[in-house]
C-alpha cells in the first residue's frame, strides 16, 4: 500500500484519541464488572472490523486479507500473553481495582514498543532481504519452545522477577504496601518506588519479550509496515477488557499454546519459503487466503479441543472428589 504521511499522521492521531477515551472511560480505580468488560471487548472487535472493512473498500482484497490475518494471530499470541499478567498480578498481589490502570499502563508501553519494532524491522527488511530466513527460523525455534513450555506446565509457574527489575528495586527500595495509584512515596525521608510502579515495570519489560515473538510473526503474513502497525494496535487495545472478561476461562484454554505453536511455525515456513523465492529458488508461496483460514481453523480447534478437555476433567474431579 503507498499510505501517505497525512494519512499515517491521521491514523495515529486517531488511535491516540481512542487510547485517551479508554484512559478516561477507566481512570477512577473500580473493579470491572463482566458486563462492562464484554461490551467494551466488543466495542473494539467492531472498531478492527471497521477498519477492515475500510480496507476492503479502499485497497481491495489483499490489504483487507492481510490486516485480518495479522489482528487475528496478533489477538491470539495477546490472549496467551495474558497468562503471564495473570501470573503478575498474582505475585504482586495486585488488588482487583487497581489492575486495570496497571493493564492500561502495560498496553500503552506495548503500543510504544511495537511502532519501534516495526520501524526497525521495516527499515532492516527493505535492505536485507535474508533477514527473511532468520525470521522464520526464530519463529519456528518459538513455536518448539511453546510446545516445550506446554508439555511441563509452563503456565502454572510462578512469575519471577528477571535482573533488570531486581536491581531497579535494590537501587530505589519498595514500599511495603500499595498507595492508591500513586508511583513514589515519601518513606522515612527516603523517595522509594510502590508495589504499583513494581507491576507496571514487570508488564513492560514482558511486553518487550512479547514483541520479539509478535512482529516476525505478523511480517510473514504482510510487510506493509501500515497494515503490520494498525494490526498490531487493534489486537493490543481492548486487552485490558479481555483480560476481565476471560480472566476465569483462561486456565481452561490448555491447548491454545500448541495451537498458537502451530500456527507460528506455518508462518515461519512461509516466511523461509518467501525468503527463497526472493533468492530466485523456484518454490511455491503460501497466499494470504490460505493462511487466514489455516489460522482461523487452527483456533477453532484448539478452542474446542481445550474446553472439552476442561470439560472432561472437570467431571472427572467431580466424580472422584466425594470418594476422598
Not at 508495589?195 to 505478523?218: E, K, N, Q, R
Not at 533468492?279 to 511455491?284: D, L, T
Given at each position: 500500500?503507498?499510505?501517505?504521511?497525512?494519512?499515517?499522521?491521521?491514523?495515529?492521531?486517531?488511535?491516540?484519541?481512542?487510547?485517551?477515551?479508554?484512559?478516561?472511560?477507566?481512570?477512577?480505580?473500580?473493579?470491572?464488572?463482566?458486563?462492562?468488560?464484554?461490551?467494551?471487548?466488543?466495542?473494539?472487535?467492531?472498531?478492527?472490523?471497521?477498519?477492515?472493512?475500510?480496507?476492503?473498500?479502499?485497497?481491495?482484497?489483499?490489504?483487507?486479507?492481510?490486516?485480518?490475518?495479522?489482528?487475528?494471530?496478533?489477538?491470539?499470541?495477546?490472549?496467551?500473553?495474558?497468562?503471564?499478567?495473570?501470573?503478575?498480578?498474582?505475585?504482586?498481589?495486585?488488588?482487583?481495582?487497581?489492575?486495570?490502570?496497571?493493564?492500561?499502563?502495560?498496553?500503552?508501553?506495548?503500543?510504544?514498543?511495537?511502532?519501534?519494532?516495526?520501524?526497525?524491522?521495516?527499515?532492516?527488511?527493505?535492505?536485507?532481504?535474508?533477514?527473511?530466513?532468520?525470521?522464520?527460523?526464530?519463529?519456528?525455534?518459538?513455536?518448539?519452545?511453546?510446545?516445550?513450555?506446554?508439555?511441563?506446565?509452563?503456565?502454572?509457574?510462578?512469575?519471577?522477577?528477571?535482573?533488570?527489575?531486581?536491581?531497579?528495586?535494590?537501587?530505589?527500595?519498595?514500599?511495603?504496601?500499595?498507595?492508591?495509584?500513586?508511583?513514589?512515596?515519601?518513606?522515612?525521608?527516603?523517595?522509594?518506588?510502590?508495589?504499583?510502579?513494581?507491576?507496571?515495570?514487570?508488564?513492560?519489560?514482558?511486553?518487550?519479550?512479547?514483541?520479539?515473538?509478535?512482529?516476525?510473526?505478523?511480517?510473514?503474513?504482510?510487510?506493509?509496515?501500515?497494515?503490520?502497525?494498525?494490526?498490531?494496535?487493534?489486537?493490543?487495545?481492548?486487552?485490558?477488557?479481555?483480560?476481565?472478561?476471560?480472566?476465569?476461562?483462561?486456565?481452561?484454554?490448555?491447548?491454545?499454546?500448541?495451537?498458537?505453536s502451530v500456527i507460528l511455525g506455518f508462518i515461519g515456513v512461509k516466511l523461509i519459503l518467501h525468503a527463497l523465492h526472493e533468492s530466485g529458488f523456484h518454490v511455491p508461496e503460501i497466499g494470504i487466503p490460505f493462511s487466514l483460514g489455516f489460522i482461523v481453523i487452527v483456533l477453532a480447534v484448539t478452542t474446542a479441543t481445550s474446553l472439552w478437555a476442561a470439560r472432561r476433567q472437570g467431571q472427572g474431579q467431580g466424580q472422584g472428589g466425594p470418594g476422598v
Amino acid at each position: 500500500m503507498n499510505v501517505s504521511l497525512s494519512v499515517w499522521l491521521l491514523t495515529v492521531a486517531a488511535l491516540c484519541v481512542l487510547v485517551g477515551a479508554d484512559f478516561f472511560i477507566g481512570r477512577k480505580p473500580h473493579d470491572v464488572s463482566i458486563r462492562e468488560a464484554g461490551i467494551w471487548t466488543a466495542v473494539w472487535v467492531v472498531l478492527a472490523c471497521l477498519f477492515g472493512v475500510g480496507l476492503l473498500v479502499v485497497a481491495g482484497g489483499g490489504p483487507a486479507g492481510e490486516f485480518f490475518a495479522g489482528y487475528i494471530t496478533e489477538k491470539s499470541l495477546s490472549v496467551d500473553n495474558l497468562f503471564v499478567f495473570v501470573l503478575i498480578m498474582a505475585k504482586f498481589a495486585v488488588p482487583s481495582q487497581y489492575q486495570q490502570r496497571v493493564l492500561m499502563v502495560g498496553v500503552v508501553v506495548a503500543l510504544v514498543l511495537r511502532a519501534a519494532f516495526i520501524a526497525a524491522g521495516a527499515a532492516i527488511i527493505s535492505a536485507f532481504s535474508w533477514v527473511f530466513y532468520i525470521f522464520g527460523a526464530f519463529l519456528i525455534w518459538t513455536a518448539w519452545k511453546l510446545i516445550q513450555d506446554a508439555r511441563k506446565g509452563g503456565h502454572d509457574e510462578e512469575y519471577e522477577e528477571n535482573k533488570l527489575l531486581k536491581s531497579i528495586e535494590r537501587r530505589f527500595g519498595v514500599a511495603d504496601r500499595y498507595h492508591g495509584t500513586k508511583l513514589w512515596i515519601e518513606e522515612n525521608g527516603k523517595r522509594v518506588m510502590t508495589p504499583m510502579l513494581v507491576v507496571m515495570l514487570a508488564i513492560g519489560s514482558t511486553d518487550v519479550l512479547f514483541a520479539l515473538d509478535s512482529i516476525p510473526a505478523i511480517y510473514g503474513l504482510t510487510q506493509d509496515p501500515y497494515i503490520v502497525f494498525t494490526a498490531n494496535a487493534f489486537a493490543l487495545m481492548g486487552l485490558r477488557q479481555l483480560y476481565f472478561l476471560i480472566g476465569g476461562l483462561l486456565k481452561r484454554l490448555v491447548h491454545l499454546s500448541y495451537g498458537l505453536s502451530v500456527i507460528l511455525g506455518f508462518i515461519g515456513v512461509k516466511l523461509i519459503l518467501h525468503a527463497l523465492h526472493e533468492s530466485g529458488f523456484h518454490v511455491p508461496e503460501i497466499g494470504i487466503p490460505f493462511s487466514l483460514g489455516f489460522i482461523v481453523i487452527v483456533l477453532a480447534v484448539t478452542t474446542a479441543t481445550s474446553l472439552w478437555a476442561a470439560r472432561r476433567q472437570g467431571q472427572g474431579q467431580g466424580q472422584g472428589g466425594p470418594g476422598v
